[in-house]
């Protein structure tokens, strides 16, 4: 699987865990909801910088956000 495929998949299913729209998302990883979306079809290359804010609301590491598994958590 494209690894931006990956990443948007797995931001969409831990972000769907904790019943997010992705407005409320976007707002809290301080990010535009469209590049969100566009993150989570695969359609973006987001920066590692990105990936990071994307990890935080989600209490993960970016590398959890890139794993093929999605199943190594890193509770803060």
Known sequence: MDIRARLG????????????????????????RT????????ARNPTITVVEKLAKPLKVTPGVLLDGQGHDRNED
Do not use: C, F, T
């Not at 590049?35 to 695969?42: A, H, L, P, T």
């Open 35 to 42: 590049y969100v979306s566009d993150i989570e079809r695969g």
């Open 9 to 32: 998949r797995n931001i969409r299913k831990l972000r769907r865990e904790k019943g997010w729209s992705q407005e409320d998302y976007a707002d809290r990883a301080g990010i535009h």
